[in-house]
């Protein structure tokens, strides 16, 4: 009985690493998928993320606390959280304009959003 509980044991244990490694492939091959589409992103950028951060901080009058490329559209955008009253706002930059295309307070619990008008 011992002997058969040692194989169960064995056999799930190998199970579980062969899933943890499968899993880590996956995740891999996705993490360079974002990868690829991020540096695709960017080499169309006009402006830099330096000159992204500087526009974000002088819309809010704060500073930038985090900056990076937005991966979640299929246009150049940079999303910079600005620190600003002690509240973080996310401040979305169009990377062949430099223009700011949306202010929204970061607070995960409220969906306030203020539009910025041209």
């Known amino acids: ?7 169960i044991l064995t056999t799930l244990f190998a199970m579980a690493l062969t ?8 995740q891999a091959g996705e993490s360079k998928e974002k ?17 992204a951060i500087k526009a974000a901080e002088q819309n809010k009058g704060g500073k930038a606390l985090e900056a990076e490329l ?3 559209s299929n ?7 600005i620190l600003k009253d ?3 706002y996310e401040v979305l930059v169009d990377g062949t304009t430099g223009n ?10 409220s969906e306030s959003t203020e539009n910025e008008e041209d």
Do not use: P, W, Y
């Not at 990868?35 to 000159?51: G, V």
């Not at 246009?75 to 959280?81: L, N, R």
């Open 100 to 109: 700011i295309l949306k202010v929204s307070l970061d607070d995960e619990s």
């Open 19 to 26: 899933t943890g490694a499968v899993t880590n492939v996956a």
């Open 75 to 81: 246009a150049v955008q940079f999303e910079i959280k």
């Open 35 to 51: 990868e690829a589409k991020e540096l695709q992103l960017f080499s169309k950028a006009k402006i830099s993320l330096i000159e």
């Open 70 to 72: 937005d991966d979640e």
């Open 86 to 88: 002690g509240k973080i």
């Open 1 to 7: 009985m011992n002997r058969q509980h040692n194989i």
